[in-house]
């Protein structure tokens, strides 16, 4: 019984990674492809899924809300996204991702952003400073909220921005075009001015 037993969980865990790379793959693919997947999970409860897979899931839907023809469209997959970002706000709390999922659905929702998706941005930060994938998406944030952040989180966004202009320079200009001629475009200027001149000793 015992062997039954764990044959059954291995069984399980196996499916629930499955289900898990194929959401992640889902991801990275085409926007078809990420329809279908959507579509393929629309009935799983959220407590049957990995939080890697809800957080697939939330970021599927959301880029579907982004591209809705219709508000009841967006509606529906903004629902649908919360109810896998819901579950990650108690389980990874402290998770970058689940403040991330949290601060891009509420720009869904509210686009002059609400002070919860400020606080989601910024709290984005405290658990993970740099991030390679996130990283244009937080720049872009941060230009259009940065009259609402704290100067610490001001300071995070130019350190993210600084940090992958140095790591891969031609990611420089569609920074730039990101912050355009906004005072966070200006404030990185300086910053990236400043951080090449040589010191004096």
């Known amino acids: 019984m015992l062997c039954l037993a764990g044959t059954a969980w291995a069984a399980s865990l196996s499916a629930r990674e499955w289900t898990t790379q194929t959401i992640v793959m889902a991801m990275r693919s085409s926007q078809d492809k990420g329809q279908t997947v959507l579509v393929d999970h629309a009935d799983d409860l959220p407590e049957a899924l990995g939080d890697r897979a809800k957080a697939g899931l939330a970021e599927l839907a959301l880029i579907s809300a ?49 002070s919860r998706g400020v606080a989601a941005y910024v709290a984005s930060y405290r658990a993970a400073p740099f991030l390679m994938r ?68």
């Open 66 to 114: 982004g591209q809705a023809s219709t508000r009841g469209e967006r509606q529906l997959d903004l629902a649908w996204a919360r109810r896998q970002i819901e579950p990650l706000s108690h389980s990874r709390p402290g998770w970058a991702t689940t403040q991330i999922l949290t601060a891009q659905a509420d720009l869904l929702a509210y686009p002059s952003a609400s």
């Open 134 to 201: 996130e990283a244009r998406w937080r720049i872009a944030y941060g230009a259009f909220a940065w009259n609402r952040l704290p100067d610490a989180a001001q300071q995070n966004m130019l350190d993210e921005a600084e940090w992958l202009t140095r790591f891969d320079s031609s990611q420089r200009a569609a920074i730039e075009r990101l912050l355009g001629d906004s005072a966070a475009g200006m404030a990185y200027q300086f910053r990236m001015t400043v951080g090449n001149i040589p010191s004096a000793d």
